[in-house]
């Protein structure tokens, strides 16, 4: 794997639900096509050249010495850090990727700060040591579909959805945090799919993450994508206060000027939808 150093690690972040972040890789070997948003930043500021090079990341070597000069300055202003908004800390078919993760993480909880995960990759067992981690640390995977054949559409080098939720259910299990970002979330045009059954799959998490898909054409062609979004957010909401979880819905998810006709008919118009769908399409 190639390796390049840094001057700069922790840095505050303006994302919607984010506090300070690592980013640790430069690049992400999961390649998602939804597309990436942080592959669009890297190619538009000249970061990366092309989608070949995005998919063959570079570690930072210098991570663990640039936190330990970091941290004295910081840790007093942090609430929480996580990794990553650029780059996936469990990237698949990449230990090294994992172990530098694994020791970020250790590096920061031993200096009393909190950290929370996101990944499409598998989460390693080490994580259940809670001598080494802290218990609140909260792991989270990003699922939006439950079809493989999708999946290797969409975020082709990605793990398996079966062994990602598996991987967070253990950690679960074992008395940790955890939380499900589904989002970026298609249009029935890109993929007609049940958004019930994916909460049920994971409804033992603490937390749920919504939110709709950005940066494609394919959601304006579906003539319906704002009453479609409002009704998902709606399930969304729904589902998790029925089950006492947490949940937050990204901003520019649900939309006031679409006609929310389809509110509190949730049992019936998810197959209305995909009947519109195929009008769409046709
Ligand atoms: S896992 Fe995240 S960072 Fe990696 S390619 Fe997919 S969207 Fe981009």
Known sequence: MDRIT???????????Y????????EGCAHGCKFPCYAYMLAKRFGRIKSYEEW????????????????????????NFVHLSFTTDPFMVGYP??????????????????????????????????????????????????????FKKEYEPYSSDYKDRIASLKKL????????????????????NQDLRVILNEV???DKIVFGRLNYNKKVREYLWY?????????????????????YHIKDGTITDDAPYILKGYQNDTQDLFFKHTQRAVK
């Open 172 to 191: 679960h299990n074992a008395g940790l945090k955890t939380w499900v970002s589904i989002e970026p979330y298609p249009t029935p045009n890109i993929i």
């Open 96 to 149: 090294e990727v994992t172990n530098l993760s694994l020791e970020i993480i250790k590096k920061l909880n031993s200096n009393g700060i909190k950290v929370t995960t996101l990944t499409k990759g598998i989460y390693p067992d080490e994580l259940l040591d809670k001598n080494s981690y802290s218990e609140y640390n909260e792991y989270g995977i990003t699922l939006v579909s439950l079809d493989e054949n």
């Open 55 to 78: 998919i063959k990341p570079k570690l930072v070597s210098n991570s663990l010495e640039i936190l330990d000069k970091e941290l004295p300055k910081l840790k007093d202003k942090i």
């Open 226 to 246: 704002k009453e479609f979004y409002n009704y998902c957010s709606d399930v969304v909401i729904r589902f998790c206060e029925q089950r006492n979880i947490l």
């Open 203 to 205: 409804a033992f998490v």
């Open 18 to 25: 984010g506090d300070y972040t690592i980013n640790h890789v």
């Open 6 to 16: 840094r001057k700069t690690l922790l840095y505050k972040t303006g994302v919607e």
